[in-house]
């Protein structure tokens, strides 16, 4: 069995800052290979390993299609691509959203763990919502260690408070005592043997996709829950409920325009001389409106409290 030897990170909001922390504290000769994935747009370039190769003598690159993975290197998801490990090797992939993000921290926690067991060493830092806790659950599981940011030092401590009240993590601690930690950890002999709560068989449900409308599956893993669709969009609870939150405020939005269309429509078919049943045309055109006005007002007061 070989040592603790790969690092797998995952951040969102405010994890740049969080990320310059802890790269100052890696030394150049650091025997571990290192996975970062940070939540970023997929249509602007990310400028993330540059910023990194300014806090660490380590190699920082963004991912490459295919390349041999090697101790010493840190590997930066680029944006609109997962990253997968493969023993030896990484490859990238536009394989559906997970989370609502591409690239997503679980599909990267998730490869690592099958792919390395007990040599990886999972870590969550600041960010919103929940990417990232199945993730670090399969790390654990597979005889991994689990880290997360300490929430209260955490810019933002949705992603780290999740991964606490959901895995069972190792440590618990402050960004800037986590170099130190993770140097101590590098190089150790694991344990060799699955851990944790069994997962269960995926059971359908009366959900259906956010993003492509088919039919949603539910799986737990221990105190993690999982929604996917048959082609692969993938969702913490959190990001379940705010990708629905996202797809009934476009739906309501929907509306509003076919019901003010249609009010148009009745009054420019009122306007013509040739149409008899003017009254009711403008009665249409009135309820159509109405109810166009009290749909917006529902969607404006929803949207003021969810923020």
């Known amino acids: 069995m070989n040592n603790r030897d790969v690092i797998v990170i995952g951040a969102s909001a405010g994890g740049v800052s969080a990320l310059k922390t802890l790269f100052r504290a890696f030394p150049a000769d650091l025997p571990a290979a290192i996975f970062v994935v940070l939540h970023v747009s997929a249509r602007e370039p990310s400028h993330l390993p540059s910023i990194l190769?300014?806090?660490?003598?380590?190699?920082?690159?963004?991912?490459?299609?295919?390349?041999?993975?090697?101790?010493?290197?840190?590997?930066?998801?680029?944006?609109?691509r997962h990253v997968v490990i493969e023993s030896g090797h990484l490859h990238l992939n536009v394989a559906p959203r997970e989370n609502r993000a591409r690239p997503a921290i679980n599909p990267l926690f998730r490869s690592a763990a099958l792919a390395y067991g007990p040599r990886v060493i999972g870590v969550i830092l600041s960010g919103t919502l929940d990417d990232g806790t199945a993730g670090l659950w399969e790390i654990k599981h597979r005889g991994g260690i689990a880290i997360a940011q300490s929430p209260e030092d955490a810019e933002h401590d949705q992603m780290p408070s999740n991964a606490i009240a959901n895995v069972r993590v190792d440590y618990e601690v402050a960004v800037a005592e986590m170099g130190p930690l993770l140097i101590s950890l590098v190089g150790q002999a694991p344990e060799s043997q699955l851990r944790g709560e069994e997962r269960t068989v995926p059971e359908n449900t009366r959900l259906t996709c956010p993003d492509c409308h088919g039919p949603i599956q539910r799986s737990r893993m221990g105190e993690v829950t999982e929604y996917k669709c048959r082609v692969g969009h993938t969702y913490s609870p959190q990001n379940m409920l705010a990708a629905h939150d996202d797809s009934e405020e476009r739906a309501l939005w929907s509306a509003i325009e076919s019901l003010e269309e249609g009010a148009d429509l009745a009054d420019e078919l009122r306007a013509d001389r040739n149409q008899q049943n003017g009254n009711n045309l403008k009665q249409s055109a009135e309820a159509k409106r109405t109810l166009a006005k009290t749909i917006r007002s529902a969607v404006e007061t929803v949207s003021l409290k969810q923020k």
């Open 53 to 80: 190769r300014t806090r660490t003598s380590l190699r920082v690159d963004h991912a490459k299609d295919g390349e041999t993975i090697q101790s010493g290197h840190v590997y930066v998801a680029p944006p609109d």
